[in-house]
């Protein structure tokens, strides 16, 4: 049986912040958790689906694994399910932190903690789609406290040790559940899970260690990329915490569409209308490319429809070799508002044509026309 997406799962679009995830899954996970539905295998079958969704798009970089392979980037690494173990508790540990304020991890969080990924949109033209582009965006973003150096505390000063938890941040509580008497693990309430008191918050961050910053990150688009496209910019995103190492930065490339060209894969497709005459009897005009404008030359006899190929014309490949090539399409123009006097010059012209006049690749006009009615 195949797996429904994630999203979908915890019913959240696939731009959703961190906060929106864990406020769904905790929403799902209180509806469908066994004690609140006892002997329901269903909503017990739906609370694992719940939480199997939930360990992959809480976890950055599983998150950036499967939206980019999808369920094949989890298999094998996906929910424990019942009989995980006596720790795993088959899944159920972190539901405890949500019903009853505990958690078997607690919320310790006084050591080095990567900073979050970030990401952000980037529209460029066309032509810049196709060859690449080096450009700075702004993006907003938490940085270390320069005066504090990220510790929170005044300079000068330094935290101490919580007295509660004693740099735990973490205490035990006797919790009594429908399932009896079980001691879990509540943060610290002294510390909020710090394990440190800082008696002189710095006045820079207010004792956070971090604080809000717009900074200019160059970023290099190679040549190829199309809309959709995901960048990663390495260390690029939130600092970390107490040490941890900074996150990353996922620019997802939106191009602009263009007055004359159409993308197809690696192939560019532009239309030229030409007249009757210009069919007719052959003409040259001017095409613009990627690479600027170029004179090209139509035959004599020219059907309306028909695409020429500028081999090489078209838009280099994505990490690759070589470019796509260019497709000429030329439409005919049919004329209106015609004068008496055009009119019976048509005539006049039409009546001098012969079956010899209309062969097409073989087959007269005539003969094509009733193969199309026939059949």
């Known amino acids: ?76 690494n996906g929910f424990g399910g019942f009989g995980a173990g006596a720790e795993d508790m088959g899944g159920f540990g972190d539901i405890f932190d949500m019903f009853f304020g505990g958690g078997r ?11 979050a990924d970030l ?30 150096g990220g510790s929170g505390a005044q300079p000068g000063t330094h935290s101490e040790t919580c007295s509660v938890c004693k740099g735990a941040g973490q205490v035990r509580v006797n ?23 800082i008696s002189s918050p ?24 199309d809309t959709g496209s995901r960048l990663r910019v390495a260390a690029a995103g939130e600092s970390g915490i107490n040490g941890g190492p900074p996150g990353d930065l996922y620019v997802f490339i939106k191009v602009k569409p263009h007055k004359d060209f159409k993308r197809n894969g690696n192939d560019v497709i532009y239309e030229q209308a030409i007249t009757f005459a210009q069919a007719t009897l052959g003409c040259d005009f001017d095409v613009p490319t990627l690479d600027g404008k170029i004179t090209f030359t139509i035959p004599e006899g020219t059907q309306s429809g028909t695409t020429f190929r500028l081999k090489g014309k078209g838009i280099p490949r994505l990490q690759g070799y070589g470019r796509g090539d260019q497709h000429v399409k030329v439409e005919l123009v049919t004329p209106t508002n015609l004068t008496d006097k055009q009119k019976e010059l048509l005539r006049e012209f039409d009546n001098t044509c012969t079956h010899e006049n209309h062969q097409v690749k073989g087959k007269s006009f005539f003969k094509k026309v009733k193969d199309a009615f026939m059949g």
Not at 105 to 110: A, D, I, S, V, Y
Not at 122 to 138: C, H, L, Q, S, W
Not at 175 to 197: A, D, S, Y
């Open 202 to 225: 710095c006045d820079e961050c207010g004792g956070q260690g971090r604080v809000r910053k717009e900074r200019k990150i160059e970023v290099k688009i190679p040549a190829g990329v």
């Open 119 to 148: 990401k952000t949109e980037m529209e460029i033209t066309f032509e810049e789609a196709a060859f690449g582009v080096e450009e700075k965006i702004r993006v907003p973003r938490l940085e270390t406290c320069q005066r504090c």
């Open 1 to 76: 049986m195949s797996k429904r997406d994630y999203y979908e799962v915890l019913g959240v679009p696939k731009n959703a912040s961190t906060e929106e995830l864990k406020k769904a899954y905790r929403k799902l996970a209180r509806k469908y958790h066994p004690d609140v539905n006892p002997g329901d295998k269903n909503a017990e079958n739906q609370f694992k689906e719940v939480k199997e969704a939930y360990d992959t798009l809480g976890d950055t970089d599983k998150r950036a694994r499967y939206d980019q392979f999808g369920h094949a980037a989890t298999d094998g």
């Open 105 to 115: 991890g607690g919320g310790q969080r006084h050591g080095p903690q990567q900073g």
């Open 175 to 197: 919790q009594k559940t429908p399932f009896g008497i079980f001691q879990t693990v509540k943060t610290c309430h002294n510390c909020h899970g710090e394990g440190t008191i």
